[in-house]
């Protein structure tokens, strides 16, 4: 038996490869994003100079003495000066007005995200005549500059004996944090996979069901994420309770440091204002860091699905 044996195969020319582009052109790329990489991280340093440099001074500061406050005011404290805090908290009211912006901002908080993520969810499920025209007025009541209203809204609170009231401060703040709160939830809930909720409804679940059960929980991330937007425009809100709000026992954070920064005139203790500023922004600050993950999932989720 002849075995035929088959010539081996001949490599396919190979196109010359220009080393003389590839090295001019590396050294340029690797320089220009190594310049580009250094100023960028040069303006991020800088900004959080910034940032932070403020908010050691007043946690410093609210350990210090008045004198020292205005003699040395770069310098770390002698010792802290802890009856900063107690006077502060105790004769200044701010433990009053701390526990008055904590009913506050907790009752509307949880009725924004309630009735938002209601309001959103229909919105961005169901056509129905009239759906895009709902969606622009909450649009619109983004733009809507709220000093305008305060005048009207200030009559129709007192002919409905809302003024000087908690529940009508938290009605007010659900009805200023709404716009914001549709308009981020709807675009949320837009991205969420609807063949889940189809499959709810197919085993018997209704729309009530199939919201609070099923696309709820899965609209956690966008929910934490509205919710520490509104928890800091709430908890720092001025205008509103100043104009609604003038109950002396019923008075919220921003009004108690307002008042503690004037009510001593030229004698002002500037240690307890201190004192009472970062009381004021430990209950923000903590929950950045607490949900720090949740918030950007949350903001990140439209763009990733």
């Known amino acids: ?20 582009d590839v090295a001019a052109g590396e050294p340029a790329k690797s320089s220009e994003g190594k310049v580009l990489n250094v100023f960028s991280h040069g303006v991020l340093i800088i900004w959080a100079v910034l940032v932070v440099m403020p908010l050691l001074w007043a946690v410093m500061s609210s350990f210090k003495s008045d004198d020292s406050i205005l003699s040395t005011p770069w310098q770390l404290p002698d010792r802290l000066h802890f009856e900063n805090w107690t ?3 105790t004769q200044a009211h701010m433990g009053d007005y701390f526990l008055n912006t904590l009913l506050v901002v907790g009752g509307s908080l949880v009725g924004t995200l309630l ?18 025209f709902v969606y ?28 000087n009231t908690v529940h009508g401060l938290i009605l007010v703040y659900i009805a200023y944090s709404l716009p914001f709160t549709v308009f981020f939830l709807t675009s949320f809930f837009r991205t969420l996979p609807t063949s889940i909720a189809e499959a709810a409804m197919l085993d ?40 609604l709000n003038t109950d002396p026992d019923g008075k919220v954070l921003s009004q108690g440091l307002v008042e503690l920064a004037t009510s001593q005139g030229y ?17 923000v600050l ?12 949350g903001l990140t989720a439209g763009a990733l699905k």
């Open 1 to 20: 038996m002849k075995v035929t044996e088959t010539p081996p195969a001949v490599p396919a020319p190979r196109s010359p490869v220009r080393t003389t």
């Open 286 to 297: 903590a929950a950045y860091v607490v949900f720090q993950r949740q918030v950007v999932a």
């Open 87 to 89: 006077r502060a908290w």
């Open 136 to 163: 622009f007025l909450f649009i619109g009541g983004m733009s809507f500059p709220i000093i305008l209203a305060l005048v009207p809204l200030f009559f129709v609170m007192n002919n409905m004996g809302l003024l």
């Open 204 to 243: 018997g679940a209704s729309h009530t069901r199939t919201f609070f059960q099923v696309m709820l929980p899965m609209a956690k991330p966008g929910l934490i994420s509205v919710g520490i937007f509104n928890f800091l425009g709430q908890w720092n809100q001025y205008m509103l309770p100043t104009v």
């Open 267 to 283: 004698k002002g203790d500037w240690s307890g204002l201190f004192a009472g500023l970062v009381m004021a922004m430990l209950p």
């Open 115 to 132: 009735l938002g993520s209601m309001a959103a969810y229909v919105l961005a499920r169901f056509d129905f005549p009239g759906n895009r």
